[in-house]
């Protein structure tokens, strides 16, 4: 065996830090545009006609993360459109003054312009939630009376602040191959197709369709776009045959330019016949991705599967992904009501962007229902340590395995379900989440809580687990001994081992809390008596460093 001479190099030369650079995608957005493209794309002309007919002088500028190269840019061609100063100047230098009539004019023209209100424009570099919602609580923070959202949206309503939506306009590339590929896939002209494309490729399908038409395609929609999540085809128009029976949607086949995402996906699977897809972007500059037939089973199998599991849930976590769509307080109560009804329990929960690691921190929760706009509230469990559904899915999720059928039919959008949902009924017994069907009186409550207690052990079957059945705080010996003596204001001593009372119900961990709990908050440590009463406060010291007040007082050699 040969001594080596040096020893082995275990670490990355350093000069290898500066060579390799890990490669950073940028999207075509951010690639550097002409001032001529810059007005075009983000519709500069089409925002300053908004802002002044509306009349708003303080505007939120919300981008996306790939578009913030551009926002300064965009932000100084607003400026400049809007400032009064710059604008009856331009038209002056623009119009002729030798004659009396242009005179007159100009003189309205600044009288005009003199009186629309001075506009302050902020840039939203940063969205408290998704990128496709309107980040309401950042323009509230700056006190804006409107909000300009550039980019890809959900079109979810709001419930505060105007909101002008600049889908950006972006280039379309290939539309030959495009058309070949249509051609290729649709063989019978006859087919009923309907046409939609991403928001930022809307304009491009009108002269799409004057083509295949020129090619003897007959049954052809093209969608606009309309602020309306509930839509068979979400924020799409549908055919004037589909809005007299929307079951005749089935009859029709969707050509798709762009990739959609996968919440439109899953809702559009089991509405039409077949999704195409046509993909109006390169994944890198050397391969090119082939348009393909969209397939949803896997998924929605997936989607099944997963609320499936968490029907032996015991606390559920409704996890706020939003605080601007509208009624968003309201589907929150209804998931409520639902998992009270069902004889289980329920925390709610903000924490802004949801992460893995923010909502792994209460281990408690079994399973977690994201309330957010009909995009952003589909979120990929495999990441997180516990499933995350969909209001649509909890509703089938606390349903009992005889009663639950699965069509294949889904929804993300919470506002239909709001519609179509009655609430649950009130003052049912439940024992280990079933129905009993009759009402409950104090007498049945105590034998149901014997019951419970002498009740073997239930495990779930799929996962050989123990079934631990919390229930809500119970109600009614509270709401007997209520109707016998009324609330009181009055201060009374609370007597030592009496549960403390939250809501007016006994809580067994808000008495835990109280008497365990050491740390009470902030400005909790004035009422604690430390056994050292710690050093006596003394003045210090003062000036610059070089020459605090001390050195002064001494003679420098």
């Given amino acids: 065996m040969t001594t080596p001479e040096a020893p082995p190099i275990l670490s990355t030369p350093a000069t290898h830090i500066f060579e390799e650079q890990p490669a950073v995608s940028i999207e075509k957005s951010s690639l550097r545009l002409s001032d001529e493209q810059l007005y075009v794309t983000y519709e500069i002309d089409r925002t300053i006609t908004e802002i002044r007919k509306g009349g708003f002088s303080r505007v939120a500028l919300q981008f996306p993360d790939t578009m913030l190269p551009n926002a300064p840019r965009v932000f100084e061609a607003l400026s400049k459109g809007l400032d009064t100063t710059t604008s009856s100047s331009s038209q002056q230098t623009a119009q002729s003054a030798d004659t009396y009539w242009h005179r007159v004019g100009e003189e309205k023209l600044s009288i005009r312009l003199a009186k629309l209100p ?8 940063d969205t408290s939630y998704g990128a496709c919602c309107v980040d309401e609580i950042a323009a509230e923070h700056i006190n804006a009376d409107a909000v300009v959202h550039y980019g890809p949206a959900c079109l979810s309503p709001t419930a505060r602040i105007p909101v002008i939506h600049i889908f950006t306009v972006q280039q379309l590339q290939g539309q030959s191959n495009l058309i070949q590929d249509f051609e290729d896939f649709y063989v019978d002209h006859q087919a009923k197709v309907i046409l939609m494309a991403d928001v930022t490729y809307q304009h491009q399908l009108e002269r799409i369709k004057a083509v295949l038409q020129s090619r003897r395609y ?10 309306d999540p509930s839509s068979p085809l979400p924020n799409r128009t549908i055919p004037n045959e589909v809005k007299a029976d929307p079951s005749t949607l089935k009859d029709w ?5 762009s990739d959609p995402p996968e919440s439109l996906l899953l809702s559009l699977a089991s509405r039409l016949a077949s999704i195409r897809i046509y993909p109006a972007s390169k994944t890198d500059d050397e391969r090119y991705r082939e348009p393909f037939l969209a397939s949803t089973s896997r998924a929605l199998n997936r989607r099944y599967a997963l609320l499936t599991s968490v029907s032996t849930a015991s606390v559920f976590g409704i996890l706020i992904n939003t605080l601007s769509v509208k009624n968003y307080l309201h589907i929150v109560e209804y998931v409520k009501s639902q998992i ?9 929960f903000v924490v802004g962007k949801v992460n893995a690691a923010k909502v792994a921190n209460f281990s408690e929760i079994g399973a977690w229902v994201v309330i957010g706009c009909w995009e952003s ?10 499933p995350m559904l969909t209001p649509f899915e909890l509703g089938l999720a606390l349903k009992g395995d005889s009663e639950r059928v699965w069509t294949g039919e889904w929804s993300s959008d919470f506002q239909s379900i709001l519609q179509e949902s009655t609430p649950p009924r009130e003052n049912t017994a439940w024992r280990n989440g079933h129905e009993t069907g009759s009402e409950i009186d104090s007498k049945e409550d105590r034998e149901l809580d014997s019951e419970e207690e002498s009740a073997p052990p239930d495990y779930d079957l799929r996962t050989g687990r123990y079934i ?19 609330p009181s204001d009055s201060l009374i001593r609370r007597a030592k081992g009496d549960l403390a009372i939250v809501g007016g119900e006994a809580s067994p961990g808000a008495e835990y809390l109280k008497s365990k709990r050491m740390w009470k908050g902030l400005g909790s440590d004035f009422e604690i008596a430390y056994e050292n009463a710690g050093g006596a406060i003394e003045q210090g010291r003062s000036g610059i460093a070089r020459g605090y007040t001390h050195d002064r007082e001494g003679t420098r050699t």
Avoid at 253 to 257: S, W
Avoid at 340 to 348: F, I, M
Avoid at 377 to 386: H, R, V, Y
Avoid at 468 to 486: D, F, I
């Fill in 118 to 125: 001075a506009v302050r424009l902020y840039i939203l570099a």
């Fill in 218 to 227: 007959s049954n052809l929609y093209v969608t606009n776009i309309m602020h």
């Fill in 253 to 257: 086949q969707l050509f798709h330019i």
């Fill in 340 to 348: 009270r009804a069902a004889g289980k329990k329920s925390y709610t």
């Fill in 377 to 386: 509230s589909l979120i990929d469990s495999k990441d997180f340590w516990k």
């Fill in 468 to 486: 631990s059945h919390a229930r809500p705080m119970q109600t009614s010996r509270l709401g007997a001994s209520a109707g016998k003596h009324p």
